[in-house]
């Protein structure tokens, strides 16, 4: 029997929920900031927690860069988002 889901899954785990929304608290990052960002995010988890967030209104687009071929979108915590790592700041050892 496995435990946990199952490889490729499309679900999204609360703890990395907060790990990636602890990547914008204090200022707005795009797509490659956080894939660098060290916490092991493949593009393929950063795309999919994006959206997630995107879609209960936890981060929102900040501003879009005007440089190079394809400019890149700013994303940054909402209100929302911002009360939500502030209710799990003390459990902050566990995230990072």
Do not use: W
């Amino acid at each position: 029997m496995r435990r946990g889901r199952p490889k490729g899954s499309k679900h999204c785990d609360f703890l990395e929920v907060l790990r990636f929304l602890n990547l914008f608290r204090r200022k707005a990052r795009n797509v490659y900031q956080i894939y660098h960002s060290g916490l092991r995010f493949d593009i393929k988890k950063v795309y999919r927690y994006l959206r997630y967030c995107l879609a209960i209104n936890l981060v929102e687009i900040d501003h879009v860069s005007d440089k190079g071929f394809l400019p890149a979108k700013y994303y940054r915590l909402t209100e929302k988002g911002r009360a939500l790592t502030e209710l799990f700041k003390d459990s902050r050892k566990l995230i990072n």
